[in-house]
């Protein structure tokens, strides 16, 4: 399976926009600076057509070492939730 690469958006960002591609990565890097600091302050982002970005708070549990089977605490923690939108997962199972 592939993956594509911030260099290769820029590419097809130049050759379908024309931008040059010192101008695609900071307008790439731009976007997900953006995304990356509303995140941070607890901010929903929303990309209409692709998806919606939020952050969760995780709380305290305790988990178990798999290779000890002790117990473990976690501490509590924000992560990162991706929800694609329904256009996105209808394209995907077309």
Known sequence: MHTLTKDEIANKIFEE???SKTDAMKV????LDLVGDALKNGET???PAFASFNVLTKSERVGRNPKTGEEV????RRVVSFRSSRM???GLNA
Do not use: A, D, N
């Open 45 to 47: 982002v929303k990309i």
């Open 17 to 19: 926009i024309g931008l």
């Open 88 to 90: 996105l997962r209808e």
């Open 28 to 31: 790439i890097g731009q976007v």
């Open 73 to 76: 605490k976690i501490t509590p």
